[in-house]
């Protein structure tokens, strides 16, 4: 059947703000839905909150409210749009799901005669409402782990006697296991019972027997209305039970799954997915199988929308998921649509992978300290990676290369653990680093028997770890001369980054690199077509790997590169990784419009990102996708490849930022601001310095490398005094402290964990107000695209406040002062492109607290605000194809917008709340208010000082 005809208006219902949990694959999802109804001539309403995504653009749907997403709102958007003919809430993730139930329950959707798509409110309820869903899957045959509801304290208890320890209790109606917990002692248990069922919006929990060191499997559904389902990835957690499937590493496609067992998962699968209700969409099933021979199934949990996993499944096997579902919902049947990626084969197809995709979750402990950084049930992560290789060792070392924590891959970079017993506790207690813990176990000689005693991991990943083990001893008795060409390319192939052979041979990584150009051993490049190879891929979305050489019979030798280098002027866009607290979605967000505004000049675009979840990893957003870790070896690499005319680095944040010096050592061009200018501006010394000259106030400040000048440095500035480390983002490691212990305790800390950093000291202006200007330069004319007024007190982070476009309460003298230094700093930093300046406001002075020449977190927000599409502009500038004069400014704003940060504190419940210099939000909001007696303004306002801390 066709696309329905009476479809011809949709209401899509966002994700809202960013939290743990619940992140931008949900922002990824909506983007892709949107497009998709926007192809068949659908009239698009989008309601979401979050201001920092693609998914709020303007150009995405036909109207965005950016509304909080209440009912309230909803019922303001229908009156408004009496011809919406039906909504679309399986984009938004469960914060989308739980509306649409809210506003089903008070008969919204029946008073305006509104249809839902995509999933129907009795599949919601089976699959949210853990005990009716436990009486279907009992009815249709599918086994589950003995498992019983209580909502209440004392049948909570009763059913602890019956199944006895070591339990597992779920909350129902949560996200991102909020709620959940294993109790392994009676004592435990009472305290874990209450929270499960304070934590449940109905107050109900599901008590289930601990299916303990079972191993963890996901499949991604879709099906249509004609009830042809297919399966389009097979996830394998390598990780077993107990610990979330958003914290666990993940595999795809399943690697020690029997193919008996995985046909009758399959089938399992389908048959739960047909009988959960009558809709045509996407669905996600998780399951346990007991690692004995017998590899016995039991169905966990089953989510009629797209998930978390979708979007990680989308970009490993290139099957658009959300965009297909979209289809289905409106009608659209399977061998109707298109492959969309060979355009020549139908839609009803399963993919095949012939590669490996591995996905490491990141986490943020250092932003909570104090927090429990074990692992189990509940979602602590706030991003993710994923890498792409054609064996599952080459993609776990380009995944943990991605991570950005200073790590070179797994081993040979002198940073594991050496001590026995913490190895042992970290097995035993898996944390966020245990994927690196392994390699140390193996590496002090811990048998791997032992290790799959503790962790339960599957003895066939141990394996694959001890293999690269015995491979880095093999390489260390080499000198860089005297290494085998087989074994580096072996090596390579592996993934074994140059870094990590040069830490194994004593020798500088530009050695291991020129040894690999001597002896030809080059990255090849691959395309993730979705059947491998059989048809021809119309997209380019590329991966790396080494191959042997094939020779020809005339003895030309060559080893095949699918990445066909084109001869147009190209751009290469470096995305910015994966999302973290300092460094979320709106860097993606400008690297999207980076892209889209470099496509207009008529220049190839080339995207290199490896953050599944976002929409600069699309294949159809860019000209060419390297799905590759932001990491220099592999960006240095493409660039040889493909020359472009010049890379932009300004647009991904911090990431694609620390890469300029390398690139500028190169002699890669940098488009837009210099490496000079970037550097400049985070050198503390030559800004001041600059600042001086410009006759600029600033606080007074030194920098000090030990304890020892730090405390001679607080002799000659006063308390109080802030001190933060050189070239981190979101505030990492500031702190404001009162007093000679406080100092030397932190600066002993900070050189600790970030060695041969310059610390930089601080006055601290107490009780200031703290304002931010964003501008677009071009070297010689400034246009300020709004300055942010931030109503919590100088000395929150900039993005932990809730900030007010334009000022509230600032007079023209103070934004005279502001708007003068910005001109002034942009020029004097030879910016070309965006800059963002932060000041404090202290008896009528305006000082400057720092300047970074490069896209910032708030001009999407901005952009949002004023309807300006302020990213593409800058982009322009930078490519040198406009000047700021060519643009026709025209911000529209009636009042005022206000920037609320979103905390994900109740993921750490022993965590101190306070807030300070140090970043600590996961998202945002914006909220629109017509003037400043309105009660949301007149209650930020109440609390601004409620949560400063030092």
């Not at 799901?97 to 305006?112: H, P, Q, S, Y």
């Amino acid at each position: 059947m066709p696309k329905n005809k009476d479809l011809k208006s949709i209401l899509l219902i966002g994700s809202g703000p960013i939290v743990i949990g619940q992140a931008c694959e949900f922002d990824y999802a909506g983007s892709q839905s949107l497009r998709s109804l926007r192809e068949d001539g659908i009239e698009t309403i989008l309601i979401n909150s979050n201001p920092a995504t693609i998914m709020t653009d303007p150009s995405m749907a036909d109207h965005v409210y950016l509304l909080p997403l209440t009912t309230k709102s909803i019922v303001e958007i229908l009156k408004k749009h009496p011809n919406i003919d039906a909504v679309l809430p399986t984009m938004g993730g469960q914060t989308a799901l739980n509306l649409c139930i809210e506003a089903d329950e008070k008969g919204i959707w029946k008073d305006f005669d509104v249809e839902l798509i995509g999933v129907d409110i009795a599949a919601i309820n089976i699959t949210e409402d853990r005990d009716q869903f436990k009486t279907l899957m009992g009815e249709i045959g599918i086994p589950m782990a003995p498992q019983a509801s209580a909502n209440s304290f004392l049948k909570g208890k009763e059913i602890a006697q019956e199944f006895g320890f070591p339990l597992v209790i779920r909350s129902s109606f949560t996200l991102g296991g909020a709620g959940a917990s294993f109790v392994f002692e009676e004592e435990d248990f009472d305290r874990l019972l209450s929270h499960g069922l304070e934590v449940s919006p109905v107050h109900e929990v599901m008590i289930d027997k601990a299916l303990l060191g079972w191993k963890e499997y996901e499949l991604e559904l879709l099906r249509d209305a004609n009830d042809n389902v297919v399966i389009i990835c097979a996830i394998e957690n390598m990780d077993p039970m107990g610990i979330h499937t958003g914290d666990s590493i993940t595999v795809a496609p399943a690697m020690t799954l029997s193919d008996v067992t995985y046909q009758k998962m399959r089938d399992m699968a389908i048959h739960m997915m047909r009988s959960i209700g009558d809709f045509a969409g996407g669905c996600n099933v998780q399951f346990a199988v007991n690692p004995d021979n017998e590899e016995e199934i039991i169905a966990i949990e089953i989510n009629p929308r797209v998930s978390r996993s979708s979007a990680l499944a989308s970009k490993a096997t290139g099957y658009p998921i959300a965009k297909i579902a979209t289809k289905l919902a409106i009608g659209y049947n399977l061998d109707e649509l298109d492959n969309q990626i060979t355009k020549s084969t139908s839609a009803l197809f399963e993919p095949t992978l012939d590669y490996v995709i591995v996905k490491i979750p990141r986490w943020n402990f250092d932003k909570f300290e104090g927090s429990d950084r074990t692992l189990g049930l509940q979602m602590k992560s706030v991003g993710e990676v994923m890498g792409i290789g054609r064996s599952f060792q080459e993609a776990l070392h380009k995944a943990t290369q991605s991570l950005e924590i200073k790590r070179n891959g797994l081993g040979a970079d002198g940073k594991g653990y050496k001590s026995y017993d913490q190895i042992i506790d970290k097995l035993t207690h898996a944390s966020w680093d245990r994927v690196f813990v392994i390699y140390d176990a193996i590496q002090m000689g811990i048998p791997l028997k032992r290790i799959h005693e503790i962790t339960k991991i599957d003895m066939w990943f141990l394996k694959q770890y001890e293999e690269l083990y015995a491979m880095e001893k093999e390489i260390s008795t080499f000198k860089v001369d005297t290494l085998p060409r087989n074994l580096l390319l072996e090596a390579k192939q592996r993934g074994f980054a140059d870094r990590q052979i040069a830490h194994m041979l004593g020798c500088l990584e530009s050695a291991v690199t020129s040894k690999r150009d001597e002896l030809k051993i080059n990255r090849v490049y691959k395309l993730v077509d979705t059947c491998a190879a059989e048809f021809v891929a119309q997209t380019p979305y590329f991966y790396s790997t080494f191959e042997n050489e094939m020779e020809l019979p005339d003895g030309t030798r060559f080893a095949q590169n699918e990445s066909v280098v084109s001869d147009k002027k190209k751009i290469v866009v470096l995305g910015s990784g994966p999302n973290r607290i300092g460094q979320g979605i709106e860097f993606d967000y400008c690297c999207v419009h980076g892209v889209l505004a470099a496509a207009e000049c008529g220049y190839e675009t080339i995207m290199i990102n490896c953050n599944p979840e976002t929409v600069s990893t699309d294949f159809d957003t860019a000209d060419k996708l390297y799905f590759e870790p932001v990491f220099w070896e592999h960006i240095y690499d493409i660039i040889r490849h493909e020359k472009p005319e010049g890379v932009i680095v300004q647009l991904g944040g911090q990431t694609a930022l620390k890469l300029a010096e390398k690139l500028d050592r190169y002699g890669i061009k940098i488009l837009g601001t210099s490496y000079q200018a970037l550097d400049l501006a985070e050198d503390r010394g030559s800004f001041s310095t600059l600042l001086k000259n410009l006759d600029i106030p600033y606080p007074e400040f030194d920098t000090a490398e030990t304890a020892d000048e730090a405390l001679a440095v607080a002799q000659k500035l006063d308390y109080p005094i802030l001190v933060r480390p050189s070239y981190v983002l979101g505030g990492q490691g500031m702190k404001i402290v009162i007093n000679d212990d406080e100092l030397e305790e932190h600066v002993v800390d900070l050189l600790r964990k970030i060695p041969n950093n310059k610390l930089l000291l601080d006055h601290y202006l107490d009780g200031a107000i703290e304002a931010e200007a964003d501008a677009i330069c071009d070297g010689e004319d400034v246009y300020i695209i709004g300055i942010m007024e931030h109503i919590e007190p100088c000395g929150i982070h900039s993005g932990d406040s809730n900030a007010t476009l334009p000022p509230f309460n600032l007079g023209d003298l103070i934004l005279e002062q502001i708007k003068d230094h910005t001109r002034k700093i942009a020029l004097a930093l030879d910016t070309v492109g965006l800059i963002n300046i932060q000041f404090a406001v202290k008896d009528d002075k305006v000082y400057i607290i720092e300047a970074n020449p490069r896209a910032s977190r708030t001009v999407p927000f901005i952009a949002k605000a004023y309807k300006e599409p302020y990213v593409n502009y800058a982009t322009k500038v930078m490519l040198g194809e406009k000047k700021v004069k060519d643009f026709n400014f025209n911000p529209q704003l009636e009042g005022y917008a206000i920037k609320q940060p979103v905390f994900s504190f109740n993921k750490f419940p022993n965590v101190n709340k306070n807030l300070g210099p140090e970043m600590k939000s996961t998202g945002e909001s914006i909220l629109f208010i017509d003037n400043l007696r309105d009660d949301a303004f007149y209650d930020l306002y109440a609390r601004r000082k409620m949560y400063l801390s030092n």
